[in-house]
């Protein structure tokens, strides 16, 4: 029995597991040492829950555990001076560009699309309606907010993941050489 409610502070060190365990789902990637784990949390993670918790859900067990999350930014340019300053600095300098490219790709899309987002399942927990009910109870909270649209990557190899955002509504923007933006417009 599970239940979708909004992420507390007391669920940070399970959205940082779940973030970790399900890496390997969407991206092409070669272990999870101390170093990756820094670097996923801190591109994919840690900006969302520390800096716009109010903009993040987790689905819990029946004891209130998180077993997955739908985080997001709620806009790019609030996100990108955030996370540019704080966030941006503390990964190594080889992997500056590539994260630098996904910024900017938010950016490119953000007048129609101001809000992007990220979201993640424990493997046990998927294919019954979850993902879907996040992704409603995101896009319904976004609307109170008068906000136009979220936008999201998502790796090539993750053809389960394209499939489910497809199914929800979601439209290609871009595709890149490993993967592709998609958006979806909040009517
Ligand atoms: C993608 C994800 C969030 C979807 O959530 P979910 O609760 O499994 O999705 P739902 O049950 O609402 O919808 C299921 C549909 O999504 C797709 N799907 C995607 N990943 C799936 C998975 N691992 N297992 C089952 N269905 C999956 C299928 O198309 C399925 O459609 P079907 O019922 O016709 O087979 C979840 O599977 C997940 O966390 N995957 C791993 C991490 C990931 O890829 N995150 C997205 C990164 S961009």
């Known amino acids: 029995m599970t239940n979708i409610r909004p992420y507390r502070e007391t669920d940070k060190y399970n959205v940082q597991r779940i973030c970790l365990q399900t890496v390997n789902d969407d991206v092409q990637f070669e272990g999870l040492n101390r170093e990756n784990a820094s670097f996923f949390l801190t591109v994919y993670c840690n900006y969302y829950i520390e800096k716009e918790p109010q903009n993040c ?106 499939k489910f955002y497809e199914r929800f509504g979601f439209n290609t923007l871009m595709k890149f050489s490993v993967g592709r933006a998609m958006g979806y417009k909040i009517k």
């Open 57 to 162: 859900f987790v689905t819990v067990d029946g004891n209130d555990e998180a077993v997955g999350y739908i985080i997001c930014a709620e806009n790019v340019k609030k996100y990108r001076k955030a996370f540019m300053n704080e966030y941006f600095p503390k990964l190594e300098k080889k992997r500056r560009l590539m994260v630098f490219g996904e910024v900017l790709a938010y950016y490119f899309f953000a007048s129609r699309y101001p809000a992007h987002m990220h979201i993640d399942i424990l493997k046990e927990y998927r294919g019954g309606g979850t993902g879907t009910k996040m992704l409603e109870i995101l896009t319904e909270h976004l609307k109170n907010k008068g906000i136009s649209g979220v936008q999201l990557c998502v790796s090539e190899a993750n053809t389960r993941g394209i």
